[in-house]
């Protein structure tokens, strides 16, 4: 007696009967199924997220991307404090998803926004480059910014611009270890209080919260992952 097919493999077969153009018809049609449901999601994200600004005297629309994270991180931690303790919850209770159903937290607010949102247009003037490593791998640095530097932690709420998760398998970098601003074509790193630190070209140890000038081809060691800085 055998089997009777599952689902997924009657489907796989059904796609593999398909003429090619019609197969790409298909691709087309769950793509553009993907990007609404996406867009669907950013915009009930941000329209709880304007509410909860309002209960607080505030406006999301006039934030900047980092006073929004900033925001976020603040009700991500309210909302921890208050599962751990006794009391009323200071942040008011957000409508179920619209999809799904599922009761919202703040967390999935952020894990929304920050995922669904369409990345911004900048003009990159400089990078980091991940040394030491098998990979390829660089990172953008736009101008008049600030850029975080760390490895992403979703159940915290924690997306820095530059995750460096997968170059760090000893998890030696923080969450939020480092970060770099800019003022025109001058960037700045400093140092956000991480457990192993912050190096610059082997000798300077960096102080935490102490903005550092950075030059064409400075070495970085962020933990023990190496990345130059180039312009």
Not at 8 to 24: C, F, M, S, T
Not at 29 to 49: G, K, N
Not at 112 to 121: D, L, N, T
């Amino acid at each position: 007696m055998t089997n009777a097919p599952s689902v997924e493999e009657q489907l796989r077969e059904w796609v593999g009967q398909l003429a090619p153009e019609h197969k790409q018809i298909l691709l087309m049609m769950l793509v553009e199924d993907d990007r609404l449901q996406r867009s669907a999601r950013l915009e009930f994200a941000v329209s709880q997220l304007r509410k909860l600004c309002r209960q607080r005297g505030l406006d999301w629309d006039e934030m900047a991307e980092g006073e929004r994270e900033s925001f976020l991180d603040g009700l991500i931690r309210e909302t921890e404090l208050y599962a751990t303790q006794a009391g009323t919850p200071s942040v008011p209770p957000i409508l179920p998803c619209h999809h799904c159903g599922r009761e919202m937290a703040p967390s999935d607010l952020y894990r929304i926004y920050f995922g669904e949102r369409p990345p911004s247009v900048e003009i990159a003037i400089a990078k980091l480059v991940i040394m030491d490593m098998e990979a390829d791998a660089q990172f953008p640095l736009p101008a008049d910014n600030e850029i975080t530097i760390g490895r992403v932690d979703p159940h915290r709420g924690i997306r820095p611009d530059v995750d460096l998760s997968k170059f760090d398998p000893a998890s030696r970098i923080s969450r939020r270890h480092a970060r770099i601003t800019s003022r025109g074509s001058q960037f700045y790193i400093e140092d956000l209080g991480s457990a192993n630190g912050t190096v610059i070209n082997g000798r300077t140890r960096l102080k935490p919260q102490e903005p550092y000038p950075l030059v064409n081809g400075d070495v970085l060691k962020i933990g023990e992952t190496t990345l130059k800085f180039a312009i």
